[in-house]
């Protein structure tokens, strides 16, 4: 037998089983087999890995580029660069905030193009439902899109508007027979309306005001209407972004009537809550909102008993003049937080303090997202015949947030000056070194697409 192109061992590697001291052989881009630390036959190429863990690359399949179109928010370039430094070796492109959004194959088409010579990641691409294109929905799916991204409530863009239920319901029951996953952002307007309506007047720079605009039952609604509609189309669901532990028990419901609907939660709602967010501190608005301690407790408790399957960051950037910086003005701002290359250290940290492990992060954010999109046949774990896509973490090592030091697009955070632990010393996309701690190795990624099913 050849020997593999690289061998990378360490006393601490993300397998199936846990943490184990293990060599990964790959050849040709692809994990080969995974070994015993010791069997590494002289004259290979070795990476140790040192006091670093060895875990998947993480998939992120919520993630807003904005290219083409609105490259002054952010781009292909700058977004997969942090998601490199980020130990994130997969992305899934949201279809919405780009001109043209990706509602027809056309625009898919346009989207792809404007990646050439850009991504430091490998990345696929939703498709979008509004209404009206109901009949470009069959071609995005051929095509290769890995799911249909709606919305319940305005999206913030004019391009991409919301669908009413009954829109949803013709679009989940097409996708249904086709074998395609609709993902929701899973807020009804009818709440958010009144609330907002009621919170006219107040200080548009408190966070309450923002906070009360966005109320639970927006969400517990709308995530029951989306389960309702899976279980009688018996149509894969997605809910987007979860945020308030009172939709968890609708979704729990659907659950345990074995309706083919899960959930994700993100970084920022695991990590902060309303009651530490300054007035005027518009950096941390996103919608729906950061809520109480409370509640962040609540979804930590579903993460770990599987009623929220998976952490996404919700990347979206905006210029810094739509965050309202100077005026504080949460009702105007834009509602978004860049986290792609913090993820996975804002999670570790938290994790870490509650008793979770590197295995439950690779879970979380590596396994279940490939699971979701249909990638976890070459994505999401160290196992052979997987891409070897893999990240060095030096999991008590900690830093400091430094804006400077960030490689997205317009380099504002909320969680800047924050002492994070979980420092990526290399990423490896397919064997291949991505991101050595300080440089990038240059724009490797491919474009993934689903694969047409049998």
Same mark, same amino acid.
């Given at each position: ?13 993300? &397998?199936g089983?846990?943490?184990?001291a293990?060599a ?7 994990i080969e $087999? ?6 590494? +036959?002289?004259?290979?190429e ?13 998939v992120d $399949?919520h993630?807003?580029v904005n290219e083409?179109g609105?490259?002054?928010w952010?781009?292909f370039d700058s977004a997969?660069r942090?998601?490199a ?5 997969t ?9 043209p959004?990706? &509602? ?13 010579g850009? #991504?430091?990641?490998?990345? =696929?691409f ?5 209404p009206?294109?109901?009949?470009? @929905? ?6 290769g899109?890995v ?6 409530i305005?999206s913030?863009?004019?391009?991409f +508007? ?5 829109e ?7 996708l !249904? ?6 993902v929701?952002? !899973?807020?009804?307007?009818e709440?958010?309306a009144v609330a907002t309506?009621?919170?006219a007047?107040e ?9 009360? %605009?966005?109320?639970d %039952?927006?969400?517990?609604e709308?995530?029951?209407a989306?389960a309702d509609?899976?279980r ?11 945020? %308030? ?5 609708p979704?729990?419901?659907?659950r ?9 939660t #993100?970084?920022?709602?695991? $990590?902060?809550a309303a009651e ?5 501190a518009?950096?941390?608005k996103?919608a729906?909102?950061?809520r $109480? ?11 770990a008993g599987?009623?929220i ?8 950037? #905006?210029?810094?003049e ?8 949460f009702?105007?701002?834009w /509602?978004g937080i ?7 250290p ?5 994790a870490?303090?509650?008793g979770?492990?590197?295995a439950?992060l690779?879970?979380?954010? #590596? @396994?279940a997202? =490939?699971r979701?999109? /249909?990638l976890?046949?070459r994505?999401g774990?160290?196992l052979?015949?997987?891409?070897a896509?893999?990240?060095l973490?030096? +999991?008590?090592a900690?830093? &400091? ?11 504002? &955070? ?6 994070l ?6 990423t490896?996309l397919?064997?291949?070194?991505a991101?050595d701690?300080?440089r990038?190795?240059g724009p490797r990624?491919r474009?993934?697409?689903r694969?047409?099913?049998g």
């Open positions: 037998m050849e020997a593999p192109d690289l061998v990378v061992r360490g006393r601490m590697v993300v &397998t089983g846990g943490l184990v293990a990964v052989h790959v050849r040709d881009g692809v $087999t995974v070994t015993g630390y010791d069997q590494v +036959p002289a004259g290979w070795v990476m140790e890995a040192e006091e670093a863990v060895v875990m998947p690359g993480l $399949t993630v807003h083409p609105r490259t002054s952010e781009g997969t942090a998601a430094a980020g130990g994130v070796t992305i899934v492109d949201m279809p919405l905030n780009s001109l959004p990706t &509602t027809s194959v056309a625009s898919l088409q346009a989207k792809r193009a404007a990646t050439t850009k #991504c430091h990641v490998d990345v =696929a939703w498709g979008g439902i509004v009206g294109n109901l009949a470009e @929905l069959a071609g995005l799916d051929g095509a899109v799911g249909f991204k709606a919305f319940l305005d913030g863009v004019p391009e +508007p919301a669908v009413e239920v009954g949803l319901e013709a679009a989940m029951g097409a !249904a027979s086709l074998g395609a996953l609709t929701v952002h !899973a807020e009804r307007p709440p958010v309506a009621a919170a007047g200080d548009p720079r408190a966070y309450r005001t923002w906070l009360r %605009s966005r109320p %039952s927006a969400e517990a709308a995530v029951a989306v509609l899976s009688r189309l018996r149509a894969r669901s997605h809910v987007l972004h979860l945020s %308030s532990a009172e939709a968890l028990e979704l729990r419901r659907a345990a009537g074995a309706v083919p609907i899960s959930a994700e #993100c970084p920022h709602y695991l $990590t902060m530490q967010v300054p007035d005027g518009t950096l941390f996103c729906p909102p950061i $109480t301690r409370a509640n962040r407790e609540r979804l930590w408790g579903a993460l599987g009623d399957s998976m952490v996404c960051s919700d990347h979206s950037p #905006c210029p810094p739509r965050k309202r910086l100077e005026d504080g003005d009702m105007a701002a /509602g860049s986290s792609l290359q913090l993820g996975l804002v999670v570790w940290s938290a870490r303090r509650r979770h492990t590197l439950d690779a879970e979380w954010m #590596c @396994l997202p =490939a979701l999109v /249909g976890d046949h994505k774990a160290i052979p015949g997987r891409d896509d893999l990240v973490l030096d +999991p008590d900690s830093f &400091t947030v430094d804006p400077a030091s960030l490689y997205h697009r317009h380099p504002v &955070t909320p969680y800047a000056d924050r002492v632990h979980g420092v990526v010393r290399a490896y397919r064997g291949r070194l991101w701690g300080r990038f190795a990624g474009l993934l697409a694969e047409a099913r």
